[in-house]
């Protein structure tokens, strides 16, 4: 059974820095895509970055481009989001998810829908 399991929220000012990070267990992910979603309060769940287990391809959403770096350990099994130049719409709920048998363009593409796999969530509040 597929475990995810995520950490690393907090409070955080404008400007700042948080690492995500999402520690996988119960399974050989070498063929899976895993990535983050978040979810506002009273706004729909968007994608915000993907990573293919095996090759390490990477997706991310505009919002996101150039501010967060998606990367994964795959000595630790642990999927990491590094979010810089953090603003106060960042602020929501990030999902772990894991999807086998697909790459980091589609789950980007399938907004969530379907996947296989999710974490609890960890809340990031970014204060101006």
């Known amino acids: 059974q597929v475990q995810l399991v995520e950490s690393g929220g907090g409070l955080v000012q404008a400007g700042g820095s948080l690492r995500l990070s999402c520690a996988a267990s119960?399974?050989?992910?070498?063929?899976?895509?895993m990535g983050w979603f978040r979810q506002a309060p009273g706004k729909e769940r968007e994608f915000v970055a993907a990573?293919?287990?095996?090759?390490?391809?990477?997706n991310y959403a505009d919002s996101v481009k150039g501010r967060f770096t998606i990367s994964r350990d795959t000595a630790k099994n642990t999927v990491y989001l590094q979010m810089n130049s953090l603003r106060p719409e960042d602020t929501a709920v990030y999902y772990c998810?894991?999807?086998?048998?697909?790459?980091?363009?589609?789950?980007?593409?399938?907004?969530?829908?379907?996947?296989?796999?999710w974490g609890k969530g960890t809340l990031v509040t970014v204060s101006l």
């Open positions: 998810a894991a999807e086998p048998m697909i790459t980091a363009r589609a789950m980007a593409n399938s907004r969530g829908n379907g996947m296989d796999h």
């Open positions: 119960g399974r050989t992910f070498s063929t899976y895509a």
């Open positions: 990573i293919s287990w095996s090759t390490g391809s990477t």
